[in-house]
């Protein structure tokens, strides 16, 4: 079979076998307090979505007390308007120059794929629906799953490729 410069001829086509960039072995700087720090990210992260919502609430009272109750009709549309919010902050946060969200950034660690590139858009807001969708469904399963692996990933982290890591500020100053 002929070598056509994509890489090993016995893979097929669309099939990339990149090792994993950041082994937690020979590199524990990047995985040191991962976990933790993650949580908290989390809990920044859910302050920052969750503060235009609370203000769109005040926002629909005093629109609906304004119009006689006309305008109540809007909190109907708070339910998807949320989720897109998410999505939105999600996949513009994570696939920035950061590839990281605002809590993530706070904490120092960041969104890469498993042979280490740098997350994008589509990406992003994948992680965080997938995220969502597995923590209601299967809570303690993700856990366990961090748990049990030594790249700290859960379980919408095996399902995408992505692992998050202490950014390389962090890694230089643990390494030290």
């Known amino acids: ?6 890489g090993d ?3 097929p086509p669309g099939f990339d076998l990149r090792p994993h960039v950041f082994d937690p072995r020979l590199q524990p700087e990047y995985f040191q307090g991962v976990a933790e720090r993650r949580v ?18 005040m926002f629909i009272f005093v629109f609906g007390i304004v119009t006689l109750g006309l305008g109540f009709v809007l909190f109907a549309m708070l339910p998807p308007a ?13 696939g920035g120059p950061w590839s990281a969200t605002l ?30 969708l597995t923590v209601s469904t299967l809570s303690p399963l993700v856990a366990v799953v961090g748990l049990l692996n030594d790249r700290r990933r859960l379980l919408h ?3 995408l490729g992505t692992v998050v890591v202490n950014n390389e500020h962090r890694a230089a100053a643990l390494r030290r």
Do not use: Q
């Open 103 to 132: 809590g993530m950034r706070a904490v120092d660690i960041e969104v890469r794929t498993w042979y280490g590139a740098p997350c994008y858009f589509l990406l992003g807001a994948v992680h965080a629906l997938v995220f969502w």
């Open 40 to 57: 908290i990210a989390f809990v920044i992260d859910l302050v920052v979505i969750s503060v235009p919502v609370a203000l769109a609430v």
């Open 157 to 159: 982290d095996f399902v």
């Open 82 to 94: 949320t989720a897109i919010w998410a999505l939105f902050y999600y996949g513009i946060t994570m």
């Open 1 to 6: 079979m002929a070598d056509t410069g994509r």
């Open 9 to 11: 001829p016995r893979t």
